[in-house]
């Protein structure tokens, strides 16, 4: 399987970078084990989807699951169960013909569909109205989700601006593994940051990367928000 040009991330960097806990991005990209009582044989949950990197040894995950997990995130917020957003991903998959449907542009427009159908199949109908009312949904798929994703001609992302409303940084599975870098330089914020830890001169560090002051600016203020 051909790496480059997907991203790569560890699970500890994937949550950092969406704030979801090891644990849960385990759980819903590797699928988990459990006991109903004593003594009884583990079910064994199957993960939402397979990875872009199941089938290789690498422990991690790639920049569309990255982003797809931020949504997963924001139903499960709002109460909406695995099993509906398993249900709700199938059918977005075959609908959209996406491997990773919530991510897609068309989501957007016909994701409440897909869902209330999800939540009638489940039984999940306490929440119906979450997303049978356009202006509810929204609650759910709010415009942060969307913001700072750039998309292709094939409604998928492209690349990513974490920061709001600025593209001062930017994810691009293209450019070192799909790591944060500036915009403007291509180093990634990592390094100058750490750099700027060692030196301690913003303008030494712009000099050393051959990049702005800004740019040094907007790395050490993106990394220290990731530790925030």
Known sequence: ????????????????????????????????????RQGQTPSTIPPLWNTELSNTELDGISFHDLLEVRFVKAFRQHGVSLQTIRVASERARELFASDYPFTSRKFRTDGRTIFASAMEETGETELLDLVKQQYAFRRVIEPSLYSGIEFGPDDAATRWFPSPRSKAVVLDPRIAFGKPVVSDGAVRTSILHEAYQTEGDKSLVARLYEIPVAAVDAAIAFEQGLAS
């Open 1 to 36: 399987m051909k790496l480059t040009g997907i991203g790569l991330y560890t699970f500890p960097e994937a949550s950092r970078l969406t704030r979801i806990p090891i644990r849960d991005l385990r759980r819903w990209l590797d699928g988990y084990a459990y006991k109903e």
